[in-house]
């Protein structure tokens, strides 16, 4: 089929929307009408060039959508099923799918950073030229045909808009604070950054009982969302703000510090502000190569963990039905992460707003 999809060809450009040709969907595989996908920081990666990536690539992995059609051998949706897509689809088989961390599944792991399907194949194309499909999703598209552990099966009773965020910034910034680093009651946390990642992080640590939870950030502005999300306290970043850290934790630091950007000179900064014997947890990506200089001596003499958290360590076919549940009993909130509605041909001026650093979220909404 022809649809709609943006198209990245090269970082540092524009996503240009293209007419691209969509192809069946093969054995073990699904196509769904895309309903919402996210704009998350991490498909700006790709075109700033901080994450490589084969290309042209269509980007967007925090979608929603309703089932099409299944290809052979699919039996847990069929069509006209909701489905929140998982970028981390899991084969229920290797190692770390049998030791209970599917996040990590390494039959997906390779094909989906090569922009394609299990079998090594894109099932995008443009003049014939394969279109790459990042996290194995492409949701910034009318449609995606994508591995069918990706799609998680929802309650209809929740718009899709709001349902769609579950699919990454949710899952990645609520689970890092109950599974990568569980926040225990009483504790005090600090959070550098609330984007769309960081707020949920903020709410996690809420439900995990923190009683000090410290949002930093650059924008003076987010202070009113992140007291929202369950902030406590909130810092703007300058020279003072690990002192700042510290007079409010009884002069040791955090229990917990999370960073939620991706930049190493942030992480150095999280891994100062923990306390003694506290955790430090990278969610923010940073850019590949780069390096982050967290001293040895220190850590040794100091005791702190030091956790990387990717997908907040979530079971995505157990925790996207959880955490709509959460949404619904009034746990968390989604709907006052979604800032702004945006039609697919918005995408640029979309990710332009998402880097001022003053919104929640924006989503796309087909
Ligand atoms: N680990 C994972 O599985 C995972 C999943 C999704 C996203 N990510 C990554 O998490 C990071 C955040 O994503 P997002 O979608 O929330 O981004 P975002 O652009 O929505 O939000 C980033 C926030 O950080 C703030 N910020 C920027 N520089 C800062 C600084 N020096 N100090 C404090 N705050 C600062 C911005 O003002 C903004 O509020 C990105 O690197 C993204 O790629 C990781
Ligand atoms: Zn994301
Ligand atoms: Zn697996």
């Not at 981390?88 to 799918?97: K, L, N, S, T, V």
């Not at 995008?124 to 799609?151: I, N, Q, R, T």
């Not at 700042?244 to 190493?264: K, N, Q």
């Not at 702004?340 to 929640?360: K, S, Y």
Request: charged residues 15%.
């Amino acid at each position: 089929m022809q649809i709609q999809a943006a198209v990245l060809y090269e970082p540092k450009t524009p996503f240009i929307i293209e007419t691209v040709t969509l192809d069946e969907p093969r054995a073990g595989e699904v196509r769904v009408k895309i309903a919402a996908c996210g704009v998350c920081h991490s498909d700006y990666h790709l075109v700033s060039g901080t994450t490589k990536h084969p290309l042209p690539v269509v980007a967007g992995h925090e979608g929603a959508g309703i089932v099409d059609t299944v290809g052979a051998g699919v039996t847990h949706v069929q069509r006209g099923d909701h489905v929140v897509l998982n970028w981390c689809p899991a084969c229920g088989e290797c190692y770390y799918c049998q030791h209970g961390q599917p996040n990590l599944c390494d039959t997906y792991t390779t094909p989906i950073w090569n922009g394609t399907m299990l079998d090594g194949t894109s099932r995008l194309s443009l003049k014939g030229e394969p279109v790459y499909a990042y996290c194995g999703l492409a949701a910034f598209a009318e449609y995606a045909v994508v591995p069918a552990p990706s799609c998680i099966r929802i309650r209809r009773d929740i718009p899709l808009t709001t349902a769609s965020l579950v699919g990454c910034a949710v899952a990645t910034g609520v689970g890092a604070a109950i599974y990568t680093s569980p926040v225990q009651q009483g504790e005090s946390v600090v959070v550098f950054g609330c984007g769309g990642v960081g707020l949920n992080v903020l709410q996690g640590a809420a439900l995990g009982g923190a009683t000090t939870i410290i949002a930093v950030d650059t924008q003076p502005s987010k202070e009113a969302l992140a007291r929202e999300f369950g902030a406590t306290h909130f810092l703007v970043s300058s020279d003072h703000v690990l002192q700042d850290i510290r007079d409010l934790t009884g002069g040791r630091g955090a229990d917990r510090s999370f960073e939620a950007v991706g930049l190493p000179k942030l992480q150095e900064l999280a891994f100062e502000a923990a306390r003694p014997g506290g955790s430090v947890v990278l969610a923010g990506l940073s850019a590949m190569g780069s390096a982050t200089n967290l001293p040895g001596a220190v850590i040794t003499r100091t005791e702190k963990t030091i956790k990387g958290s990717y997908y907040g360590s979530v079971d995505a076919r157990r925790d996207f039905p959880l955490l709509l549940d959460y949404y619904l009993d009034g746990t968390i909130k989604l709907d006052e992460l979604v800032s702004q509605h945006w039609r697919l041909d918005q995408i640029n001026e979309a990710f332009a707003v998402m880097l001022t650093g003053e919104v929640a979220r924006g989503v796309i909404v087909f």
